[in-house]
């Protein structure tokens, strides 16, 4: 069956450092990969979107890499700020769209 | 402004009991999709739906079900059959994956069995 695997432990970076998440799947060949942050208690909201032709894809302080070959996706905040602390999650899928675990990430000050 | 609403935002329920949680949106969407998230877990599938009247079962759809009458409109029941139903629901909808697969999500709702 479909998988996703992200890193369920939490990560801890310091502030103005890179922070990096990987999320890894297999039993699928998606058209694009997606990732979200989510706050406690609050619904996701999408940050960006990467389709399987394009290797790289950035906006702002977030750079997104996409491995098809790897089956692979990583998630690069450059910069970080305390504010970035949340959960990422990715999500793959194009009508029947799952989700990983996520990654609890906390940015030190 | 344009978004998705989900109400209510809490709820309580006795065991042994229906209840129904509303999902409604204003963006013109095609597709809504229902997930549940259990604490220090990520988001899984229940149904989705791609078009009004049609709609499929996702990875837990046992004890659940929906309905598609209006497109702008994606209840979710959750039976007495459901046997662990405390949880945190979300809503969400998107345009057709031909133009954007980006999901919209609602603020949720949280149901505590009594």
């Known amino acids: 069956s479909q998988k996703i695997e992200q890193n369920s432990e939490a990560l801890n970076i310091q502030e103005g450092k890179t922070a990096t998440l990987t999320c890894n799947y297999t039993?699928?060949?998606?058209?694009?990969l997606q990732w979200y942050r989510q706050d406690p208690g609050r619904g996701p909201v999408f940050l960006l979107l990467i389709r399987e032709n394009e290797k790289e894809k950035r906006k702002e302080r977030l750079k997104v890499t996409f491995d098809t070959t790897l089956k692979q996706s990583l998630f690069h905040i450059t910069a970080s700020q305390p504010a970035d602390s949340a959960t990422y999650l990715c999500a793959l899928g194009d009508d029947k769209i799952i989700f990983g675990k996520g990654t609890r990430l906390h940015i030190l000050p | 402004d344009g978004g998705i609403t989900q109400s209510p935002k809490y709820l309580f329920r006795k065991e042994g009991q229906n209840v129904t949680l509303s999902c409604e949106q204003n963006?013109?969407?095609?597709?809504m999709y229902w997930y549940r998230q259990d604490p220090g877990q990520g988001l899984r599938l229940i149904y989705y739906?791609?078009?009004?009247?049609?709609?499929q079962k996702g990875d837990i759809a046992e004890g659940y079900s929906v309905s598609r009458e209006k497109k702008e409109s994606f209840p979710l029941t959750v039976t007495s059959a459901q046997k662990n139903p405390t949880a945190f629901y979300l809503c969400?909808?998107?345009?057709?994956?031909?133009?954007?697969?980006?999901?919209?999500f609602g603020e949720g709702s949280r149901l505590t069995v009594l």
């Open positions: 963006l013109n969407h095609d597709a």
């Open positions: 969400a909808s998107s345009r057709l994956p031909e133009n954007t697969g980006e999901l919209f």
């Open positions: 739906s791609q078009i009004v009247n049609d709609f």
């Open positions: 039993n699928y060949s998606p058209a694009y």
